[in-house]
Structure formats: structure tokens, C-alpha cells
């Protein structure tokens, strides 16, 4: 467990800055909505059948977070990712806790990504509400061979021994 507590040891030494980092995900989110508009148009105003408007917007974020390991095509073009504290992609539990918060963090209808980017903001280790109950950080991908190196080296050191 002390080795998957080792990403809250690197996330200040990130290469990228907070600031950045909140204008990435905050591409990629804008992407990825885009993409679940289209599948709505494609799939909805054929049939005309609410489910085909509902499905891809609930579907989207957990499918292509497990399925794509972490990714969903926004994050991919922005070179970030979701992983679990261990350095790994994130479990299916800790991406559909995320989904079930980004539907408040990120409501049109509720003030939009705002409350997102504020947790974010405040948050010491850059995460929204979603990552904090997930336990799952969005890092850029070219931090992630450096965490992993990090985790692996504090698996392999010694257990600290009791003072006497």
C-alpha cells in the first residue's frame, strides 16, 4: 500500500503545471463532448428514440476510460490519462464512481464544468471530486513511465524498522 501512495510524493514534481493541466482536461473534456454529440445526432434524429440520445452521453466517459485503459479519445489527443494509484489503469469501480460525479461536476444545467474546476483548483493533488472518491489521477502520459519507475522502486526498498 505505501508504494501506491507514492503518486501523492510525485504529483508536485509534474512536468506540466496545475494551470496547464486544468486547460488539457479541459480540452479533452470538450473533445470528447463533442464526439458524444455526434453520436447522438448519428444515432437520435434517425430514430427519434430517447435511448439513442441518452445512451452514448451515459455510456461514453466509463466505456472508453476502461476500455481504452485509462483514455477516452480527448484525453488521448490531449496526452493525459487516468490511472489508479498504483500507477495502473483505473478499475471499473473507480471509473464509473468518476462517471456518476462528473454527471454533477460537470452539468450544463448546473453551472457546467465550474464545480469541477474549482475541486480542481483547491485540491492538493489536482484532482475533481470524481478522482478524489475514484482514488484515480489524471496525469500527462509522459510523467507516467516516471511514476511507475517511483512505485517500483519504493516496492523493492526495505520496510522502515520500528524505533527502539
Same mark, same amino acid.
Given at each position: 500500500m505505501l508504494a501506491h501512495l507514492s503518486i501523492l510524493l510525485w504529483l508536485p514534481d509534474m512536468e506540466v503545471s496545475r494551470t496547464r493541466m486544468l486547460l488539457l482536461r479541459g480540452i479533452a473534456f470538450t473533445l470528447d463532448i463533442a464526439l458524444i454529440a455526434g453520436l447522438v445526432a448519428l444515432l437520435y434524429l434517425p430514430t427519434r428514440q430517447v435511448l439513442a440520445a441518452i445512451l452514448p452521453a451515459? %455510456?461514453? !466517459? #466509463? %466505456? /472508453?476510460?476502461? %476500455?481504452?485503459?485509462? !483514455?477516452? #479519445?480527448?484525453?488521448?489527443? /490531449?496526452?493525459?490519462?487516468?490511472?489508479?494509484?498504483?500507477?495502473e489503469p483505473p478499475h471499473l469501480t473507480q471509473v464509473l464512481i468518476r462517471s456518476a460525479f462528473r454527471l454533477v461536476e460537470t452539468n450544463p444545467f448546473l453551472l457546467g464544468g465550474l464545480p469541477a474546476a474549482v475541486v480542481f483548483i483547491w485540491s492538493r493533488q489536482a484532482q475533481r471530486m470524481g478522482d478524489m472518491w475514484a482514488f484515480t489521477f489524471v496525469i500527462p502520459v509522459s510523467d507516467l513511465a516516471r511514476i511507475r519507475q517511483r512505485i517500483a522502486e519504493m516496492e523493492d526498498a526495505p520496510p522502515p524498522q520500528p524505533e527502539s
Open positions: 451515459a %455510456l461514453y !466517459f #466509463p %466505456l /472508453c476510460e476502461w %476500455l481504452l485503459r485509462g !483514455f477516452t #479519445p480527448g484525453k488521448w489527443i /490531449c496526452r493525459i490519462r487516468v490511472i489508479a494509484p498504483n500507477g
